[in-house]
């Protein structure tokens, strides 16, 4: 009997399968990431104006709250991953969910900048306890291919921020402040969303010799100096974080010939480029070796993709918008190499039984490196000009240079430790 003729919808039902998870807990995380990052889309493409036009406070009140909040952040980032190392990972999980979106909802009814800022400080709080639960609950979801699913997740995370950021801007564009609170509340729905389906995930038990080796002894994590190399050099390269989304805009605006609607071109290459490549720039992923040999490349990115924007104010503008492309996926590339090695080293290198507490450690070093790079990027890029630009990509891949001998030490000084009980049902 001769075979059927093939759908034409076969190939892409094919191509569609495998960019996304196997159905199971992968797929559920999936789900919670897009909606939780259309909130957060709907949130930072609206906030500023927000804060500003409907609670009533200065953009240096806004920016001193957000920094505040964010440092007072970071100190929940050790406690909560200890914590995760002796409890459900998905319980907590689901009420740090619960607490930014109370945080946020409470947003709407603030008036004060002290209110504000204690609001900010709860929610900056219940973020890291977020960041840091998830990691055990992606590794549980995918033992065996924990990267792939963050890269998974990453992909989807950069969807759901077009999303929202495409919501907000229409909104935003309609020019009526009293339609803002909207969007906040919209933010806070959705972290409420992401935590009924994060519930649905399969709890993840531990044995009692997991359980004894987090309750006792001084912390291994701040004592483990090759695991924290690697974390100082992510927080390094976190500096990039800003540069998208507030350097890159003000330089072209002020100091370059380009037509400004040039800013409204970047960010989408930068999307949809890592939700084509960050699945399967991660497949090719699999040991530390590999990982770790993907961050110097990470660093020559950046540094290529920021002497193109050093240069772009002083050539003609045709020229200068080619540059400014290249430059941009030159960055994407960097940022994409970057996410997937900090993401296989971070986990693979931590002990199972000590898991969070390692998270932690890692979580608090890179959220640093996000707090400062705004600060350090200003200066750098905006202050010093085209030398900055050349000083933050050389300062980058000058840091990413030594991971590949930090991860050879780190995988010397690891002991076999005892198995995770997989995921029981709920």
């Not at 607490?99 to 946020?104: I, L, T, V």
């Not at 030159?330 to 190499?337: A, K, S, W």
Request: overall charge positive; aromatic content about 6%.
């Amino acid at each position: 009997m001769s075979a059927g003729p093939t759908s034409p919808t076969a190939p892409l039902s094919r191509r569609l399968a495998r960019a996304i998870p196997e159905p199971g807990p992968g797929r559920v995380l999936y789900a919670a990431t897009f909606v939780s990052t259309v909130g957060t889309g709907l949130y930072f493409t609206s906030s500023a104006l927000f804060f500003v036009a409907c609670v009533g406070l200065s953009a240096a009140s806004v920016g001193l709250g957000l920094t505040l909040g964010g440092v007072i952040g970071l100190l929940a980032g050790l406690p909560v991953g200890r914590l995760a190392d002796r409890q459900d990972p998905r319980t907590l999980y689901v009420v740090s969910l619960l607490c930014e979106g109370a945080a946020m909802l409470a947003l709407v009814f603030v008036h004060t900048f002290w209110a504000f800022a204690v609001t900010t400080t709860i929610a900056g709080l219940a973020a890291t306890s977020t960041n840091v639960a998830r990691g055990p609950l992606i590794r549980a979801a995918a033992p065996d291919g924990a990267t792939v699913l963050r890269a998974h997740l990453r992909s989807v995370a950069n969807l759901g921020i077009t999303v929202g950021g495409t919501v907000g801007g229409v909104v935003i564009a309609i020019n009526r402040p009293s339609l803002y609170p909207l969007l906040v509340i919209g933010n806070a729905l959705s972290f409420v969303l992401c935590a009924l389906l994060a519930a649905r995930l399969p709890a993840t038990s531990r044995s009692t010799a997991q359980k004894e080796a987090a309750r006792s002894g001084p912390l291994r994590a701040v004592r483990d100096l090759p695991y924290l190399a690697l974390t100082g050099i992510t927080a390094v390269m976190m500096l990039q974080y800003p540069v998208l989304s507030l350097a890159l805009p003000l330089w072209i605006t002020q100091h370059t010939s380009l037509p400004h609607w040039l800013v409204a071109v970047t960010l989408p290459v930068n999307t949809l480029m890592v939700a084509a490549l960050q699945v399967r720039f991660a497949r090719g992923v699999n040991d530390n070796r590999s990982a770790a040999r993907l961050m110097p490349r990470a660093g020559t990115a950046f540094l290529a993709g920021f002497a193109l924007i050093a240069v772009i104010g002083r050539i003609p503008a045709w020229l200068g918008a080619l540059l400014l492309v290249a430059a941009v996926v030159l960055y994407t590339v960097g940022e994409i190499l970057q996410g997937t090695a900090s993401y296989e080293l971070s986990l693979n290198l931590a002990p199972p039984e000590a898991q969070g507490e390692y998270l932690g450690v890692y979580t608090t070093g890179t959220q640093l490196g996000r707090v400062v790079s705004a600060s350090v990027v200003t200066y750098l890029c905006l202050d010093l000009g085209s030398t900055g630009w050349v000083l933050l990509g050389l300062l980058m891949l000058g840091a990413a240079l030594p991971t590949a001998r930090f991860t050879r030490h780190a995988e010397e000084t690891r002991k076999q430790p005892p198995p995770l009980v997989g995921p029981t049902t709920a």
